[in-house]
Structures are given as structure tokens and as C-alpha cells.
């Protein structure tokens, strides 16, 4: 995932910060820097008298490209073109950072509305792209964090160095924030009882088990389909106090982004044919992490459960006595179902719904294909795109009609998804036509005619393509 902007911090006191503008809007930014300490001077033919009274330096003129020289940071806020223009091309050329408001093309860095609970700063940015909707987004932060945050943070930070003094290693001390900060210490605190909270903190350094756990853990945790907003609320925690991350290839990046930043990532991708790694080294390898005292997410796409490999990790966790957690997650079935509107479960279509693998242990899976042919329920093919042919040669051979609708969906759920409709007969033949390579599941059985027809893919020649 892209990032417009690359957010900073900067450091400003005694640095020297110029703002060109003597009104309302220069009055706002020179507002915001003044609390950083900064030496502040002002460029102005006028100026507002509560600006003068934040000034070190008031000089009452007009602009030139000069000014520039030796400042840290310039504000052009005269909301006049020619004067921001020129004021922003003298900072370039010196490669000192200036800000336009409401003018990202002449900036070379954005303001972000900011969140002040000294010491702590959160900064809010859309990279110009939308102040409105960024000044909402502060709003509600500010109602959601508590205004004693910046009173803990100096507590907390008041016992640094007895916490590195009775913590060996950066992962001890981790865990020990982590105890105190989810714990009654931080509750308390931001409840008002701030002297038992001071104790309590103060007795947890003094404890040296506190917030150590003995033994590691694994969490299984299912992924979702591919759009990092189906990820569930408790895999977003999990994946953010992970120590290490062994994941799948069917693991869409834009979610290993939450992972947290030095966590340990390890991939262990599958794919037909090409293993990065056997399942038992797999399991060995959770095994061995967990007993080293870490915290593992193994991350799976889809839901662990669901051919997903992860009862049998289960197990083998079990059989070493490590703490397993599974943590569901929405399977590719029902996200790929509700992201083109074909319910896999329908009164008037099917009763019910089967889920199966195209592929067994040793190639072709066993199953009962003439069951599956007079179930009539809606039936769900999972990692069967090389084997489509197959799979509909054998349900036709069983007795299901060759005109039963069927789907395609590669990619469901994300922003290159491909929804491929048709009937079972054709099934090999639209995958071959329109360069299907997966990650994909096939839908077979009347709800398929319910999928919204504005998402299907129409790149296949019309001689292909059967009326569904």
C-alpha cells in the first residue's frame, strides 16, 4: 500500500520558522508551531495583533525571495496566488520545507490537523486531498481519547530506566508496557485514581513476572478473502502483538501492513506444485517459536478451518502442549458470494450449500460425484481452476444437467476481482478464455443467476458465452 505522504515528526524548539501573512489564516498555522518552541518571525505589510503577540520577529513589508534564507520551515499564508507562488518558489530553490494551505501543488510537505494530549501528538492527513473530511475525522478522535492520555504517557515515562534496569532484552520490556498499558495500572489512571495507579505501576516493576509469560503462543488466524476490511477486529489485535508472522501466499499485502513494524515475518506460501515449505516443517516451525517463549500469528487467507490446513496445526501444537488460539475468519465462499451478490443459500434456489476442494492429497479428490450431482444444493469448489474440466465432466457424467449455472470469481473481494458467469458445460472453456491463473472458486447451482450482472466480466467472445 502506497502511502501519499510520509508522516514525521519535526522537531522544532529554537529552531527558526518563518510565516508569510499577517492574517486570520497565518494567525491559525503560527498558533500550532508556537507551541513547539520555535523562533518565530513574521512577513507582513499587516498584521493581526494577536499573530504580533506570538512573533519574535515582526518585520513589516512585503516579501522578497531572500527572506527565506535560514529558516527550518515557511508557512506562505497570504492567500493571495502570487505572493504564496513566489514565497513557495524561493523555498524550493533554497530545498527548505514550505506549506501553502488549501494548495498541495506549491507545498512540499502537508499540515495535518493534530491531536494534542502532550506528549503525545496524532496527526490526521489526506495529503491535501480532503481538509474537511480530516478535520471530521479529528473531531471524533478527540470525543474518543481520553484527555488524560498525555499525563499517563509522562508517568509512564517516568519509569523508563527502572523498567530497563529490570527487564533484559527489548521483547521483556515490550510486554511488560503492553501488561501495564492494557491493564489496571493505565484503567486506573484514566479513571481518576492516579495514586493507586502510581503504586500498582510501581510494584509491577518490582515484580519480574509481571507481563512475562513463560510459555509462547500460536494463534491460527484466518485472513478473509483479500480486503483488508473484512479482517476481524480481534485478528487486527492479534496481528499487532505478534512477535512473528508466518503467512500464506493467499494473504493479501495490503493486510500485512498491520502487522506491526518489527515483528518477524516468515512465508510459507503454496502453490500447485511449488511448496515453500513441507506442512510438517510447518508445524515444526510453530512449535519451535512458541517454545522459544514468542507470540506467533500463523495467517491464513479465508478461514484456517476451512481447507485451510489448520486442524492439522492444531494438532501438532496440542502434542507440544502450546497454547493455541483460532481466531476465525471470513472464508473465501461467502466473501466472494457477497461481493458479487450470488447467496450460496437461497428458499427459492438452494437449501443448502456444500463446500469441496478440486484437489485431493494425491491430485483428482475423492469424492462421491453422484451425490454431489443430486444433492441439488449449491456447491462450492475451492482451488479448483486447474481442474474445472474435470470437475465438470465428472458432475455431468453423475447426472447434473450440463446447463446448470455456474460462476468464476477470481481475486473475490478485491479491487481486481473477476466474476465469470456461465453454465456448467462451458465452465473449462470461459476460465481458459479469459486467462483465469487464481486465486479462484467456483460456484455451481442455481443462486448463480442471481449475481449482479453490472459486476460480471464481459471480456469473453460472444460465441463462449451461455445464457446463464
Known amino acids: 500500500m502506497a502511502l501519499r505522504g510520509f508522516p514525521v515528526s ?145 508517568l509512564l515515562d517516568s519509569f523508563r530506566t527502572a523498567v530497563k534496569a529490570t527487564r533484559e532484552g527489548e521483547t521483556n520490556r515490550r510486554r511488560f508496557w503492553e501488561a501495564v498499558i492494557d491493564g489496571p495500572v493505565a484503567r486506573d489512571f484514566l479513571a481518576g485514581r492516579e495514586q493507586a495507579a502510581r503504586e500498582a505501576l510501581l510494584a509491577a516493576v518490582n515484580n519480574p513476572d509481571y507481563g512475562q509469560a513463560r510459555t509462547g503462543t500460536v494463534a491460527l488466524v484466518g485472513a478473509g478473502p483479500g480486503d483488508p476490511d473484512l479482517l476481524t477486529l480481534r485478528a487486527l489485535r492479534v496481528l499487532q502483538d505478534a512477535d512473528l508472522v508466518v503467512h500464506d501466499k493467499l494473504v493479501d499485502e495490503r493486510i500485512m501492513d498491520y502487522v506491526r513494524r518489527d515483528a518477524r515475518r516468515i512465508y510459507v506460501g503454496k502453490s500447485k506444485s511449488h511448496h515453500t515449505m513441507s506442512q510438517e516443517a510447518i508445524n515444526q516451525l510453530l512449535v519451535a517459536e512458541a517454545k522459544a517463549g514468542h507470540r506467533v500469528v500463523r495467517l491464513k487467507g479465508g478461514d484456517p478451518f476451512l481447507f485451510g490446513r489448520g486442524g492439522e496445526e492444531m494438532q501438532a501444537l496440542r502434542a507440544a502442549n502450546i497454547p493455541v488460539e483460532i481466531v476465525p475468519g471470513i472464508t473465501a465462499a461467502l466473501g466472494c458470494g457477497a461481493s458479487t451478490a450470488i447467496p450460496v443459500t437461497h428458499r427459492d434456489h438452494a437449501a443448502g450449500v456444500t463446500f469441496v476442494t478440486g484437489h485431493g492429497k494425491d491430485g483428482e479428490p475423492d469424492l462421491d460425484w453422484q451425490a454431489l450431482a443430486r444433492l441439488r444444493h449449491t456447491l462450492v469448489v475451492y482451488m479448483g481452476l486447474s481442474a474445472a474440466e474435470t470437475i465438470a465432466r465428472r458432475l455431468t457424467e453423475a447426472g447434473m444437467p450440463a446447463d446448470t ?64
Open 10 to 154: 519535526l522537531p522544532l524548539e529554537g529552531q527558526k520558522v518563518l510565516v508569510v501573512g499577517g492574517g486570520e489564516l497565518a494567525l491559525r498555522k503560527a498558533r500550532l508551531v508556537a507551541k513547539a518552541g520555535c523562533r518565530l518571525t513574521v512577513i507582513a505589510t499587516e498584521i493581526h495583533p494577536d499573530l504580533a503577540k506570538l512573533a519574535d520577529n515582526l518585520i513589516l513589508r512585503d516579501f522578497t525571495p531572500n527572506d527565506v534564507e535560514d529558516h527550518r520551515i515557511i508557512f506562505a499564508a497570504t492567500d493571495v496566488e502570487e505572493i504564496d507562488r513566489a514565497v513557495a518558489d524561493a523555498a524550493n530553490k533554497a530545498g527548505i520545507l514550505v506549506n501553502v494551505p488549501d494548495k498541495p501543488a506549491l507545498s512540499s510537505f502537508i499540515m495535518p490537523a493534530i491531536i494534542d494530549r502532550e506528549p503525545i501528538t496524532i496527526a490526521i492527513s489526506s495529503g491535501g486531498a480532503s481538509p474537511v473530511l480530516v478535520r471530521r475525522l479529528r473531531e471524533r478522535l478527540e470525543a474518543a481519547l481520553e484527555p488524560g492520555l498525555g499525563r499517563l504517557t509522562t
Open 405 to 468: 449455472p455456474a460462476a468464476l470469481i477470481e481475486k473475490g473481494t478485491r479491487p481486481d476481482q473477476k466474476l465469470i458467469t456461465g453454465t456448467l458445460a462451458n465452465l473449462a472453456s470461459l476460465a481458459a478464455a479469459h486467462g483465469l491463473v487464481g486465486p479462484a472458486i467456483i460456484i455451481i447451482g442455481d443462486v448463480v443467476r442471481l449475481a449482479d450482472p453490472a459486476l460480471i466480466t464481459t471480456l469473453v467472445p460472444d460465441h463462449l458465452r451461455e445464457a446463464v
